[in-house]
């Protein structure tokens, strides 16, 4: 069953480096949403999608970061040259359709190390 | 960018006893939500309330909402071992074209005593 799956669950890489992370959503569901969640903090939103589209992309910190979704179900999320300062735990999330009203169920998340 | 603040930061009581979080948020929003995490279940969804109810009830959850304060509130009665984990608010954008993305605070972080 299934819920929100993501891969890897950890992913330690070097600095400069380039890191692709996954996220499998609920079948079914058209949105599916990235935060970033560092030590100590609040998750912060990254970037939606409602299908294929990313609805709002606000949330990326630079163009190092790009995210997607090319047959409107699993996401990949794209750091390139990855900083020590990317380091955090990656959640996705999906949800049923866009719209804030309806519950964003999200995966156990990936933990990004950049030494 | 963070929109919640939740206080206290840490919260620790015994087993049993009542446990009230509080949240505040500085802009205009549709709805407020409360989530839950801990490393054995990761963020978990508890409870949504809209921006025109005051107050929500879910089993041991109790939440309320002052938009003239802009602050929220969850109570959980009678608690358990269990209901140990991080709890954050979360809110979205006042519809306009806003982003759906939820903000989320720093967390409360609860510690219930055998």
């Known amino acids: 069953g299934a819920g929100v799956s993501q891969t890897p669950s950890n992913k330690v890489t070097e600095k400069g480096k380039y890191v692709e992370l996954r996220c499998d959503p609920i079948s079914g569901h058209t949105a599916l949403y990235w935060y970033r969640q560092s030590l100590g903090q609040g998750p912060e939103f990254l970037i939606y999608?409602?299908?294929?589209?990313?609805?709002?992309d606000s949330g990326l910190p630079n163009d190092r970061f790009f995210a997607v979704r090319p047959e409107g179900s699993v996401s990949t999320l794209k750091i390139q040259r990855t900083e020590r300062g990317d380091s955090a735990v990656y959640l996705c999330?999906?949800?049923?359709?866009?719209?804030?009203?309806?519950?964003?169920?999200f995966g156990p998340g990936t933990r990004l190390t950049v030494l | 960018s963070q929109q919640g603040e939740e206080d206290p930061q840490a919260l620790s009581i015994q087993e049993g006893e009542n446990a009230t979080m509080n949240c505040s948020y500085k802009t205009s929003i549709n709805n407020l939500q409360w989530y839950r995490q801990n490393s054995g279940r990761g963020l978990v969804h508890l409870i949504l309330?809209?921006?025109?109810?005051r107050e929500k009830h879910s089993g041991r959850l109790r939440v309320t909402l002052d938009t003239s304060k802009k602050s929220s509130s969850l109570l959980i009665t009678a608690s358990r071992a269990a209901d140990t984990a991080s709890y954050f608010c979360?809110?979205?954008?006042?519809?306009?074209?806003?982003?759906?993305?939820?903000?989320f605070g720093k967390g409360t972080h609860l510690i219930i005593q055998p």
């Open positions: 309330i809209r921006s025109n109810e």
């Open positions: 999608f409602q299908g294929t589209g990313a609805a709002d």
């Open positions: 979360a809110t979205d954008a006042w519809s306009g074209g806003g982003a759906d993305g939820l903000t």
């Open positions: 999330a999906s949800s049923l359709t866009s719209g804030s009203y309806y519950e964003q169920f």
